[in-house]
């Protein structure tokens, strides 16, 4: 009974990763598909040859958005961004969602930003528990005037799911910063614990104390 408890269980770490993975990547193309509408009907693949090519639309995304990255690249592409976002900002409401949005988007996907770049250990949710967090940053000037002691802006993440989480101002002494890179800390994050970073693990691939 005991070996196909085992056997059982061996199946379950093999197949739960691939479907996992498998299930995510679906949705993903299956969005990133819905680019096809863009073509007039009368030239889709289903009006020419009478059925849809799965992952065209995929295709026709990442064109776009490579064509859109070559575009503005230059001076004329970078003056057409700035009328499309001038017009944005005069609209309330899509003005706050949009800049809020670019703003992280920018600092996450350009490189150049302090977001995720420090994996922190930090007291949370009550002083004897302690919880990693990534430094998103510095507080603003208003938030430093306000506060009496040096505090950073951290992002704690929840767990199996690191898109969600809290943001929070902690003092900056009462913080540690983690020898680990954000890829490992987000895969201990996913992880519960349970696939340790490698460099802190011994020879033997176990957790070092």
């Known amino acids: 009974m005991k070996q196909v408890k085992k056997y059982f269980i061996t199946g379950l770490l093999i197949w739960v990763p691939l479907v996992i993975t498998v299930w995510v990547l679906s949705i993903v193309i299956n969005t990133m598909d819905q680019s096809i509408r863009l073509?007039?009907?009368q030239f889709r693949p289903l009006?020419?040859?009478?059925?849809?090519?799965?992952?065209l639309g995929t295709i026709l995304t990442l064109l776009i958005i490579f064509v859109t990255g070559l575009v503005t690249a230059n001076i004329l592409g970078q003056q057409v961004v700035k009328f499309w976002e001038g017009a944005l900002s005069r609209i309330p409401i899509v003005k706050s969602i949009y800049y809020s949005v670019k703003q992280v988007s920018d600092t996450l996907f350009s490189g150049n930003g302090d977001a995720f770049r420090q994996?922190?250990?930090?007291r949370y949710p009550h002083p004897q528990a302690w919880s990693i967090a990534f430094q998103t940053g510095e507080p603003a000037a208003e938030?430093?005037?306000s506060l009496p002691d040096e505090y950073v802006a951290v992002f704690i993440p929840t767990a199996p799911s690191p898109v969600n989480g809290f943001f929070f101002f902690v003092k900056k002494s009462e913080t540690i910063v983690l020898d680990m890179s954000?890829?490992?800390?987000?895969?201990?994050?996913?992880?519960?614990?349970?696939?340790?970073?490698?460099?802190?693990?011994?020879?033997?691939g176990h957790p070092l104390n």
């Open 39 to 41: 073509i007039p009907t």
């Open 47 to 55: 009006a020419q040859i009478g059925f849809d090519i799965p992952g």
């Open 119 to 122: 994996v922190l250990l930090v």
């Open 143 to 145: 938030v430093t005037s």
């Open 182 to 204: 954000v890829d490992e800390a987000l895969k201990y994050i996913v992880s519960m614990g349970v696939v340790s970073p490698s460099h802190l693990l011994d020879e033997g």
